[in-house]
């Protein structure tokens, strides 16, 4: 280099040592400055410019319009340029005049020149590729002023030593230059507008940092706004920012998909090059070293494909990092090294603390835009496998779907995806965890030579032990999950049941059951807890230990080993870096091997079977037929058995076909065949044009009424309105609180069973399609409304009747109109035919027939008298009619009867009513609607929302919440942790002082004395902090699992006797979120987070006091930098609060809607809507995100804040540590500087806690909440239970009784009085609304009398407690609900019946067969809500379970609507023959099952319109004659 710089007048040396460091007055050599200075920045930009050029090819935004400010930038370049090229032309004008300059004058003026030409160029190709702020360049001239400063002074200097400026061309020249680089530099910090032909943001809250500048990136300046505006209000959900385009779901999902479509191809050309039946020649054979495994598509490799490159840049940051994590131990060094030397020149000191400052902060900018980087790659890594699992779950095989239940899907979107995003930012661990490791010893070994060999194998001892303890918490953590799966899908069942519980009083034993599995959960929680402890340990004393035994073989090894205070410190400082490491990297191993299994979990489910979209040929087909199956042989999996087999079935364009047949004969599964749900083995099914379905089970969204109706199409009011009256919804909607608008509950809970049916129907009326597929949709509904809903919709009068429907059904009375009926037996076609065709035929169906109608000619006969008595329209007859029409729309019969007389009599009572009356009266039209419990009164909100929005809590938590937590933990727990925190610091610092005071001992001849003293002191006071470590540790455990056990109690406890109106209007995912997410928060977030909270906040007070001990200065800054750090605490943690409650909010939807995806997922498929249900859950992922991706940022925010503060206080004690060094000694610089490198992490550590604290605590306050509801009246009220054998007679009086169904709503039952006698069998009828329902709820007190009172056996109900009540009731409810367990579980959960009991009380409820031939018998598991048996056999286990009940009143709901007429008369007749001395109160939809009661109530809106028998009611012709006429009874 000294050549470079030539001799003579202008020639200098390169570098001299005398100048530059030992002097006062530091300057550097004009040669350095001329070369290496000047060039630094240029080699900075030429390095930087490939990757940034590569950066810039592939990110386009659109060209910016050339603006003033780049004009101006670039005019700055050129001057630039130009003053080189003067620079160099000058020394080329002096080699022409004679005195030669050195080379170096050549050679830097042409390197910068050309430099800046770049970097004026580099200023267009950004502008014209949308770069609004350049990074690059703002560090590259933020270089080229800092190295002009030096030559700046240098400059000014000489020219004030000399007298006169030397050169004064080179001089100007140099001046201007640097004027110029500095307005260069203050321009590249203002940011370009937006590109131009950029899409027009129409976002109306786009995310700013889109268009920060790159300094607002670096210090995420950009969310300074938001944080503001957090604390001033709290948050809400039209604050948070749009999502940037590279962030959402339709982007990231549709990369993932393809690289995963990419690997199942791979996979499978794999598996077609590996298969066998290729003959491989031998030679190949041994090539190939046998045959390959056939390879399973990757997801991982997909992940990595997809989500790559994000870590690929975090990666460069993370090195950076590392690197410079190990500057600042050096500078200490040096720092002690200045303190020790009383010579050295005083700006050394001030040198050394302004690096440190300088590197600190680097290094916290460059942490920061790793964790940045990383987290969001994390959250995309979330959004895309959730997108991938929805749209996998849209199209897997039912065989799947019955493998696992829905709860099982939905953990593997909400646990799984979640954890590989929890995983992801610790990925960059398993090498900079190794590299940090090596790069320590490395310096240590430069300290203390072979020694620290001792500390680093105690290190790697520690690091199985901490292995084995992840391990086993890791395997604890399975278990415990296991137990916690199966109390949530126990929970959720139960909230499901929640009313039969109650009907049955079966909620003690699933009290027991849940609390069962809760005290195995928390003896596994109390485990894992002390393992925690262990952990905690060795993480706090390991550094402590370490340096104790590495400084006592260093001492003990030789004995002129000196301990100076340089030595120590700074290997405390480099141990402090090692325990991070060590510590993480078992964690990170355990946590990889829990990602792992998710990671198979997610695969295996996504390589699980799909529906063959080709199951159902849709494009070819027999002309004139819309359906055919060619000999079909059909399964619902690969391994059972066929359900329907050699099905031969055409149904012609516009026919309507009924499926008839006996329970379980596959006449759904016939359906499903037809809608390509079940696997095909053979044959071949056709379907032409667009499907509409509906399923016997309705499945609702819970969505508006008008949203379920029109579902995804769009709003034509005609039609709507057309279908809303066919499917006789119009009345409902009147009763509804919001008409059309009404939000409809979860799985449809604010419908009655036939009001969810209606609407499933009117949904497919709605879609308009080709081919109507209806199973079974009349049966949940009331025979009145089946008759009208057939005729306005089914039949050949009907809106549908052009099209093309398959309606399997089990009323007799509508198969005359049908075009032809096939007969289904035991899955397979036993016979097909036109109505009369298959009477003739006198098979199997003739004889079904014959038992079941009545005789054809009476009916004929009648339906003519009829029609001769409507001419005559005799007064009486009128009468009769605008009776009937009171409670029935229309007089349709349930026979099968004439068209032509049909119509004429339609005609003259349409006449009737156009007219306006008939014989002078009115006839009043009422519309029916469908017999069920009106819960929709109830929801007697306005807008019609049943559902209340979930509170988001706003603002601070409270205290109380607090203060609640540690009356659960126990008082006296929680002053112990603290005080034993406090201890440990003490003794920590104790430890530190001792070993400061050691250093600075005197030597003696080389030598220092007492060195055992020094060690056992030192030994005591660390293992003292330990022990302390574990007693806080362990104290903590035993607190929060109490806390834990109390809290869940209390909640569960509440929960089984809220009343069921609070079940009504909650939906079941928000109590069960209480009990999943917000029981887990408590059971295993607080108390870590307690803990950390604790050991940052005693290591910051702690590192305070020992610089303020060691250099007393320090207390001035101490006050404006904690006023800064509250100001952004009170800042970050008021936003970040709200941001994780608005982000927990949102959660919750992506996983409800999921669920009901799974359940409705075949009617979502027979529509066609799989790609709109998938574009609806992107928008509630990106709905989430939009909160997750501001708390992401949140925390960076408050990190660089927070960490700057840190590094304030490592500059301010190394800078009054040099000021004041003459009275300091360098132990207690070493100490001082070292604890305030360590503070930054602490300071951060202790804001974040504080607020994970607050959004953690959150869960108290919710689980708070649900424990404080109303409950209902007492289970048992000791003073006064009915005597034992209550009641005895079975006789039940209702005494002017009156009930609502909540507060503020009207009455449902108004002054009802009647008396029913012991063993009477009375029928209860009426339209719906009547209060059919309320009236048995009523009587099990599920609904509180408003006045009056109901009376068994003289006594008032109310009086006893309501088990006492429940258990000597019996009722067979209208949905029967089983739960999964064995079916004596479910048939007797106390266990109180005899074997031989359940078994009769099966062959009594005709079940006997199917549970004997089970291999299980008794044990036989039902899956949850019974779904293995058909909903007959459910309803026949209900039957059992009142068998077994022998109680003397038994209530029957609605029970016969789902089944077919032969269940129904096995029913029948067991209720006649066992409980013949009973009390039976039965709500009827079919008048047959009551004509041979005792007597027969009408109700008729809450009040009772006849009571007679009904001999003598038809013979009254009220109200019950019309019905009863209606259904050809009478």
Same mark, same amino acid.
């Given at each position: ?8 007048? &202008? ?22 400055q ?168 129409? #976002?109306?809250?786009?995310?700013? %940092? ?88 990757? &997801? ?6 997809? &989500? ?95 493998e ?11 646990v ?84 039969v ?86 964690? /990170? ?17 996504l390589?699980?079977d ?17 359906? =055919?199956?060619? @000999? ?48 095909k083995l ?33 709003? #034509? ?47 497919a ?39 093309t ?32 065709? $298959? ?11 014959h ?11 009648e339906? @003519? ?13 009128? $009468? ?8 029935? =729309?229309?007089? *349709? ?20 009513s ?57 008082l ?47 030994a =005591? ?13 362990? *104290? ?14 209390a ?7 809220s009343?069921?109106?609070f ?11 209480? &009990? ?46 904690a ?10 943690v ?13 959660r919750?939807p ?25 574009? /609806? ?11 997750c991706?501001?708390?992401?940022s ?75 509801? %109303? ?5 048992v ?57 309320? *009236? ?6 599920l609904l ?7 009376? /068994? ?18 009722? /067979? ?10 079916l004596r *579980? ?75 007429? %032969? ?6 007749? =067991? ?32 009040t ?27």
């Open positions: 280099m000294d050549a470079l710089c030539g001799s003579g007048e &202008f020639g200098s040396k390169f570098w001299d040592a005398n100048l530059s460091l030992h002097t006062d007055t530091p300057d550097l050599t004009p040669c350095f001329n070369s290496l200075l000047a060039w630094v920045p240029c080699i900075y930009l030429w390095a930087a410019l490939p990757c940034y050029l590569f950066y810039l090819r592939h990110h386009h935004q659109g060209y910016i319009v050339l603006s003033t400010l780049s004009r101006l930038k670039t005019v700055l370049g050129v001057l630039l340029w130009c003053v080189s090229w003067a620079d160099l032309f000058y020394s080329f004008h002096g080699l022409v005049h004679g005195w030669a300059p050195a080379p170096v004058f050549f050679v830097t003026p042409l390197v910068v020149g050309v430099t800046m030409l770049l970097a004026t160029l580099l200023i267009q190709y950004e502008r014209l590729q949308g770069v609004q702020s350049s990074g690059v360049l703002i560090i590259f001239w933020f270089l080229c002023v800092v190295c002009a400063i030096i030559p700046f002074r240098s400059k000014i200097l000489s020219a004030m030593v000399e007298g006169k400026i030397l050169d004064p061309f080179r001089f100007t020249t140099f001046y201007i230059y640097f004027a110029l680089v500095f307005f260069a530099l203050i321009l590249s910090c203002f940011r370009e507008k937006p590109p131009f032909f950029s899409p027009k943001n129409v #976002d109306p809250n786009p995310c700013p %940092e889109t268009d920060a500048g790159f300094l607002s990136r670096l210090s995420f300046w950009w969310f300074t706004k938001l944080a503001i505006l957090g604390y001033r209000r709290p948050l809400e959900d039209q604050d948070l920012w749009s999502l940037n385009k590279e962030n959402r779901s339709e982007l990231v999902v549709q990369r993932l998909l393809e690289a995963w479509k990419k690997q199942q191809k791979q996979a499978a050309q794999h598996k077609a090059a590996a298969a066998p039946g290729k003959t491989v020649s031998g030679e190949d054979e041994e090539l190939l070293g046998g045959r390959p495994r056939p390879r399973e598509p990757s &997801f991982l490799q997909a992940l990595l494909v997809t &989500f790559g490159p994000g870590f690929i840049i975090s990666t460069c940051f993370m090195l950076i990092q590392d690197l410079l994590a190990f500057v600042n131990p050096q500078l200490l060094s040096i720092l002690i090294r200045f303190i020790s030397n009383p010579t050295a020149p005083t700006w050394w000191g001030f040198l050394v603390a302004g690096l440190m400052f300088v590197c600190s902060v680097m290094q916290t900018l460059i942490l920061h835009q790793y964790y940045h980087c990383i987290f969001v790659t994390g959250l995309r890594l979330r959004t895309g496998i959730i997108g991938v699992i929805y749209r996998k779950a849209l199209v897997i095989t039912n065989s799947v779907k019955r696992s239940t829905v709860g099982e899907l939905v953990n593997l979107m909400s799984d995806a979640q954890r590989i995003m929890d995983v992801a930012p610790f990925l960059n661990m398993l090498w900079s965890g190794p590299l940090q490791i090596i790069l320590a010893i490395y310096f240590l070994w430069q300290k203390l030579g072979p020694s620290i060999l001792a500390g680093v194998a105690l290190m790697v001892l520690l690091i199985p032990i901490n292995g084995v303890v992840a391990m086993k918490m890791r395997t604890l953590q399975v278990e415990q999950m296991k137990f916690k799966d199966s109390r949530i899908k126990l929970m959720s069942e139960i909230l499901g049941g929640i009313k519980l109650k009907l049955y009083a079966w909620e003690p034993s699933f009290l027991q059951q849940v609390e069962g599995i809760r005290h195995s959960e928390l003896r596994l929680l109390r485990q894992a807890a002390y393992l925690h402890a262990i952990s905690i340990f060795t993480w706090i004393c390991t550094p402590f230990l370490v340096t104790l035994i590495t400084l006592w073989v260093y001492v003990s090894v030789d004995p002129n080993n000196v301990l100076d205070a340089e030595r120590a410190f700074v290997s405390v400082s480099l141990f402090n870096i090692l325990k991070n490491p060590l510590s993480m990297l078992p964690q /990170i191993i355990s946590g990889l091997t829990q990602t792992s299994v998710s990671l198979k979990r997610i695969q295996h489910f390589t699980q799909e529906l063959d979209p080709q199951c159902v040929e849709r494009n070819t087909i027999t002309p004139g037929y819309a359906v =055919t199956i060619d @000999n079909g042989t059909f399964t619902w999996a690969q391994d059972l058995p066929p359900t329907l087999h050699s099905i031969d079935i055409q149904v012609p364009k516009g026919a309507l076909v009924a499926v008839v047949g006996p329970v379980g004969c596959g006449k759904s599964s016939l359906v499903s065949a037809l809608l390509g749900e079940m696997e053979e044959g071949q099914v056709y379907v032409k044009g667009s499907v509409a379905y509906v399923p016997q089970q309705a499945w609702i969204q819970n969505c508006t009424l008008q949203e379920n109706v029109l579902f995804g199409q769009a709003l #034509d009011p005609k039609r709507y309105q057309r279908t809303l009256e066919a499917c006789a919804l119009l009345a409902d909607l009147e009763v509804l609180p919001g008409g059309d608008k009404t939000e409809i509950g979860e799985k449809g809970i604010n419908l009655s069973g036939g009001q969810r049916q209606r609407v499933s129907l009117a949904r009326v709605y879609s308009d399609a080709d081919i109507y597929l209806l199973d079974d949709p009349l049966s949940a509904v009331d025979s009145h409304v089946a008759k009208h809903i057939f005729d306005k919709v089914i039949g050949p009068e009907g809106v549908l009747a052009s099209k429907r398959v309606l399997v059904t089990h009323g007799i009375s509508f198969l005359p109109q049908t075009d032809f009926v096939v007969v289904l037996a035991d899955g397979q076609v036993s016979e097909v035919g036109t109505y009369p065709a $298959l009477l003739q035929r006198n098979g199997s169906f003739a004889n079904f027939l038992n079941y109608a009545p005789d054809e000619g009476e009916e004929h006969q339906e @003519n008298s009829r029609t001769a008595a409507l001419e005559e329209a005799d007064d009486e007859e009128v $009468l009769l009619i605008e009776d009937t029409l009171s409670s029935h =729309t229309d007089l *349709m019969d349930n026979e099968p009867v004439l068209y032509e007389v049909q119509k004429q009599f339609m005609r003259q009572l349409s006449t009737m156009s007219e306006g009356e008939g014989q002078g009266r009115p006839v009043p039209r009422r519309r029916l609607a469908p017999a069920e419990k009106l819960v929709q009164a109830a929801e007697a909100k306005a807008n019609g929302t049943l559902i209340e929005e979930e509170k988001v809590e706003m603002g601070k938590v409270k205290l109380s919440v607090f203060w609640d937590y540690a009356r659960a933990v126990g006296c727990t929680t002053l112990v942790i603290c005080l034993l925190y406090a201890g440990q610091s003490a003794a920590a610092i104790g430890a530190n002082m001792w070993l400061s005071a050691w250093t600075n001992e005197a030597t003696v001849a080389g030598r220092q004395n007492s060195t055992a003293q020094r060690l056992g002191v030192y =005591t006071l660390g293992i003292l902090q330990g022990v302390l470590v574990v007693l806080s540790s362990i *104290m903590m455990v035993v607190g929060c699992v109490r806390a834990a056990r109390l809290l869940h109690q909640l569960l406890h509440n929960k089984m006797r009343p069921q109106s079940f009504d209007t909650t939906p079941s995912g928000r109590i069960l979120n209480r &009990f999943s997410k917000d029981i887990c928060v408590i059971d295993e977030a607080l108390a870590p987070t307690i803990l950390m909270l604790l050991s940052s906040f005693y290591t910051s007070i702690s590192t305070l006091v020992v610089i303020v001990a060691s250099t007393p200065l320090f207390a001035v800054v101490i006050l404006p930098l006023v800064i750090y509250i100001s952004v605490q009170r800042f970050y008021a936003t970040s609060r709200q941001l994780k409650r608005l982000e927990s909010v949102s919750s992506i996983y409800s809607h999921f669920s009901e995806t799974v359940t409705g997922s075949s009617v979502i498929r027979a529509y066609g809507r799989s790609q709109a249900f998938e574009a /609806i859950s992107d928008a509630k992922v990106d709905t989430n995100q939009r909160s991706y501001p708390n992401i949140s925390n960076r925010w408050l990190g660089v804040r927070v960490e700057f503060m840190g590094n304030c206080v490592v500059f301010f004690a190394a800078l009054f540590a040099v000021i004041g060094r003459s009275s300091l000694s360098p132990g207690l610089v070493g100490l001082s500087v070292s604890y305030a490198l360590q503070v930054t992490f602490s300071l951060n550590w202790m804001i974040r806690m504080l607020s994970d604290l607050e959004s953690n605590i959150v869960a108290v306050e919710r689980v708070k909440e649900y424990s404080k509801t %109303e409950t209902e009246a007492p289970w009220v000791e003073g006064s239970r009915p005597p034992a054998g209550w009641p005895t007679q079975g006789e039940v009086e209702f005494r002017n009784y009156s009930v609502r169904y909540r507060p503020g709503l009207d009455l449902v039952l108004k002054d009802l009085s009647l008396r029913v006698r012991g063993g009477e069998k009375v029928g209860i009828v009426g339209r719906t609304g009547a209060g059919k329902s309320s *009236m048995t709820l009523s009587l099990f007190r509180e009398a408003a006045e009056g009172e109901i009376r /068994i056996d003289g006594l008032n109900v109310a009086d006893i407690g309501l088990h006492d009540l429940r258990s000597q009731l019996t009722i /067979i409810p209208q949905d029967p609900i089983l739960f999964s367990g064995t *579980m479910n048939l007797d959960p106390f266990g109180s019946s005899s074997e031989e009991d359940i078994w009769r009380a099966l062959e009594l409820s005709h079940l006997h067969t199917f549970v004997s031939s089970q291999p299980a018998g008794l044990d036989f598991l039902c899956s949850e809500g019974g779904e293995n048996l058909s909903v007959g056999q459910r309803q026949l286990v209900c039957l059992a379970r009142a068998l077994l009940r022998k109680s003397r009143i038994l209530v029957l709901d609605e029970a016969t609507a789902a089944i077919d007429l %032969e269940t129904d008369d096995l029913i029948q007749a =067991t209720i006649r023959t066992q409980f013949e001395s009973c009390t039976v109160l039965t709500i009827a939809h079919r008048l047959n099952t009551i004509m041979d009661y005792t007597r027969v109530l009408v109700l008729d809106k809450g009772v319109a006849e009571f007679d028998s009904p001999t003598n009611l038809i013979a009254a012709r009220g109200i019950f004659y019309g019905m009863a006429r209606d259904a050809g009874l009478a």
